[in-house]
């Protein structure tokens, strides 16, 4: 089996990896030279240099899994695509983009005989090793199609799920996200009211330690954060500033519409905003978690 995979960042290299180890001929295409030679000497893995050359080295009909960064790249490649793709073939746009947006892309693919699937794919920077979370919208035939390749990523054989429709994999993909930001601001909070505690001389890591043992906190967020606070309880050095990558605005906005109460994600929201240029470790600890779990950019203070 071939796949065509744009974007060959973060999450694209691993599942590049992961895709070529499961015996998937990969062709990969990035706009940046530097993702390409990473991957070349991964068995399976072909370079295409350009989007032309990648569509050229696949056999039809096609399939092109897209895993660039939501907004102007994923737009930019997917029109691209939609103009030089022939009916039978199948696009999978694993972005983290609106679901709105997504059930408009899909029909104008549709239309053109092309298959649409939107995953979401979860997992960070530890996926390539432990498996991707995938939650997949569109026809179940082009859903169907997919299962060699679902079945490379995912943690385990059947651990993926069709949540619906086009859109619905995107839809399900933002309400996680946003759950996200009310577990890590929770985290945050907690930890932030032991390091403030001045006559206990409490040790951060061992308590998370102890939590992730048994207890009905523990989840893989406080594996990593024991982690990182055993490298370095004090997190000097990270800026307490939190960026929010829009699914969490997305979910608010979503609520809203709704009318559903969600008063929790909502304050994680305006937590991050709020974090710019304030001293506080626990905006601190946020940031060193989105750096674990997906490889974020940390803020750095000056010295």
Same mark, same amino acid.
């Given at each position: 089996m ?12 691993g599942?590049a990896? %992961?895709l070529c180890r499961a015996?998937?001929h ?10 390409i030679?990473?991957l070349?000497a ?7 240099r ?6 050229l080295?696949l ?12 907004g102007?790249?994923?737009? %930019?490649?997917?029109e ?7 009916p039978?073939? %199948?696009v999978?746009?694993?972005?983290n ?9 899909a029909?104008r693919f549709e239309?053109?005989?092309?298959g649409?699937?939107?995953a ?6 530890w996926?390539?090793e432990?498996?991707y979370?995938?939650m997949?919208g ?21 651990q ?6 086009a859109?619905a ?10 759950i996200?930001?009310?577990?890590m601001q929770?985290?945050?909070?907690g930890?932030?009211?032991l390091?403030?505690h001045?006559?206990f ?5 061992a ?6 043992k ?12 024991r ?5 370095d309880?004090s997190?000097?050095?990270v800026?307490p500033?939190?960026a ?8 608010a906005q ?6 559903v109460p ?9 937590q991050?905003?709020?974090?710019q240029?304030?001293?506080d470790?626990a905006a601190?600890l946020?940031?060193?978690?989105r750096? %674990?779990?997906g490889?974020?950019?940390?803020p750095?203070?000056?010295p």
């Amino acid at each position: 089996m071939q796949v065509g995979l744009i974007g060959l960042g973060r999450m694209g290299s691993g599942i590049a990896r %992961r895709l070529c180890r499961a015996n998937i001929h990969v062709v990969g295409h990035d706009t940046g030279p530097a993702a390409i030679e990473a991957l070349a000497a991964e068995p399976g893995f072909e370079p295409a240099r350009s989007l032309d050359g990648l569509l050229l080295a696949l056999k039809a009909p096609r399939t092109v899994w897209c895993m660039l960064p939501a907004g102007d790249p994923t737009r %930019r490649a997917l029109e691209a695509l939609l103009g030089k793709l022939a009916p039978g073939d %199948r696009v999978v746009d694993g972005a983290n983009g609106h679901y709105r947006e997504t059930i408009a892309r899909a029909q104008r693919f549709e239309a053109a005989g092309i298959g649409f699937v939107d995953a979401g794919v979860s997992g960070g920077v530890w996926g390539l090793e432990q498996g991707y979370a995938l939650m997949l919208g569109g026809a179940a035939p082009d859903v169907t199609a997919l299962e060699r390749v679902l079945r490379a990523l995912a943690p385990a054989p059947g651990q993926w799920l069709h949540c619906g429709p086009a859109g619905a994999g995107h839809f399900v993909k933002m309400i996680h996200n946003g759950i996200e930001y009310g577990l890590m601001q929770a985290y945050a909070e907690g930890f932030a009211l032991l390091q403030a505690h001045p006559d206990f001389g409490l040790d951060l890591a061992a308590i998370a330690d102890n939590w992730t043992k048994g207890s009905v906190v523990r989840s893989w967020l406080l594996e990593l954060t024991r982690d990182f606070l055993a490298e370095d309880a004090s997190l000097f050095g990270v800026a307490p500033v939190v960026a929010d990558s829009g699914e969490g605005r997305w979910t608010a906005q979503e609520a809203i519409d709704r009318g559903v109460p969600a008063p929790v994600i909502t304050a994680a929201l305006m937590q991050r905003f709020a974090s710019q240029g304030r001293d506080d470790f626990a905006a601190r600890l946020l940031a060193t978690m989105r750096n %674990r779990f997906g490889g974020h950019e940390i803020p750095k203070e000056e010295p």
